[in-house]
């Protein structure tokens, strides 16, 4: 009798352990998560992200969207960063893919971070304080970011495809991907304002320019005075030449993004986009007039919301070697 009752308190209290770290591991991220097994890793991150994009300032944008393409794809799970192998076509193989840039800033904080504790930071969660570091670095917002992620094993170019959404995407095409990322449309207006930074090549928006339904036309959203400025630079076929997203403030973070949007000189459609809707033109509007009040807390709140999409935690996935292998 004793020894049954013993046993069932043994049970409950297995039931519990399973439970509360069963609830520890599916919230998994925290600020402070390695503090006992990599103290200072942070720093280390910091400072060499800083000392690499001082050297190549233009790598800070490529970041932080290296990190966008990371979550939307399979959570935030460092497949990004993983290289195709003779068998798969990698996500980095993916036609969006163009443009990023900046795999050897994360391979060099990866080895400055193996070499203070090896085997413990995960390719993902370095993506994330990095992506943070180059926004803080071009006067953008701070913030903690919650941390424990760990890298996947799969990466695939389809899933890429699929997951990120498209340059000519309308208001309702890019509302449903971003809910089905766990993103409403508030984190929709406030991340596309990323867009402050950084350049672009021509296709994503040459077809607003040229041939906008087929018949040799210009998008009719689009301020007629940009469209002529931007014809000057991308002349149809163009696929090399960069042009800022935000002109004249392109490496500095701030709410000019904003701007351009209202004034109808929004790059690509996914931005002119955001005026037709009746919530994300309220917000662009509130930014233009308030000189950006809330952005850079929006931001900040927004990013740490995109960066736990997906996330393994606990005792999946791995803690990679190198981010562009699995183990
Ligand atoms: C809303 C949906 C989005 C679409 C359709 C989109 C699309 C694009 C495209 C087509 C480019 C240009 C790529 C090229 O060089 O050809 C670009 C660049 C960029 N995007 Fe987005 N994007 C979106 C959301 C975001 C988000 C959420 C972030 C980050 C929070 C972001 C950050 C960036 C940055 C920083 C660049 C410049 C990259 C560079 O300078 O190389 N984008 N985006
Ligand atoms: C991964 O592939 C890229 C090209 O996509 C290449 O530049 C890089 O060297 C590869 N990384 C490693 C560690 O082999
Ligand atoms: C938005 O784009 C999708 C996919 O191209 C299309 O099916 C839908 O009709 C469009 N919606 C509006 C309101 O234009
Ligand atoms: C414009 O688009 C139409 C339909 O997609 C296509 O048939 C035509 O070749 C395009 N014209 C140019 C100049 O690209
Ligand atoms: C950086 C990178 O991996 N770029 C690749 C993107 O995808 C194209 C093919 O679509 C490859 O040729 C690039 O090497």
């Keep these: 009798m004793a020894s049954q009752r013993n046993y069932g308190v043994l049970v409950l209290h297995m039931m519990f ?7 520890c591991y599916a919230q998994g991220l925290k600020a402070n998560f390695y503090k006992k097994t990599c103290p200072g890793m942070e720093s280390v991150v910091q400072k060499t992200t800083a000392r690499l994009i001082s050297k190549a300032p233009t790598l800070a944008a490529p970041l932080l969207r290296m990190h966008f393409h990371d979550c939307f794809v399979r959570g935030c799970d460092g497949s990004v960063l993983l290289n195709s192998t003779s068998n798969n076509q990698a996500e980095k193989d993916a036609i969006p893919n163009l443009s990023l840039r900046g795999f050897q800033v994360i391979d060099a904080v990866k080895s400055e971070v193996e070499k203070k504790c090896p085997g413990v930071v995960s390719c993902a969660d370095i ?3 990095v992506a943070r570091d180059a926004v803080t670095m ?9 941390l424990g992620r ?11 495809l699929n997951d990120l959404p498209p340059p000519f995407g309308n208001i309702s095409t890019l509302t449903t991907m971003f809910a089905s990322k766990g993103l409403n449309k508030k984190d929709l207006v406030v991340l596309s304002g990323g867009h402050t930074i950084g350049t672009s090549h021509c296709p994503p928006f040459t077809d607003r320019l040229y041939n906008f339904t087929g018949r040799g036309d210009t998008d009719p959203t689009m301020d007629p005075k940009y469209v ?9 076929g163009d696929s090399t030449t960069l042009v800022e997203i935000n002109p004249g403030s392109f490496k ?6 904003f701007t351009d949007v209202a004034k109808r000189r929004g790059l690509f459609q996914s931005d002119a ?9 309220r917000y662009v509007v509130r930014q233009v007039a308030t000189g950006g009040a809330t952005f850079f807390k929006d931001f900040a709140k927004s990013m740490v919301k995109m960066g736990k999409i997906g996330v393994l935690t606990g005792k999946n996935g791995e803690i990679r070697k190198q981010c562009a292998f699995v183990n």
């Design 138 to 146: 071009l006067n953008g917002p701070f913030w903690k970011v919650p």
């Design 150 to 160: 760990r890298d996947g094993r799969v990466s695939n170019m389809l899933e890429a």
């Design 17 to 23: 352990f399973l439970v509360v770290s069963h609830y």
């Design 252 to 257: 500095t973070f701030d709410e000019k993004y």
């Design 228 to 236: 002529a400025a931007l014809k000057k630079k991308c002349r149809p």
């Design 127 to 129: 993506l994330a304080l």
């Design 273 to 281: 986009a955001l005026l037709n809707d009746k919530q994300t033109r």
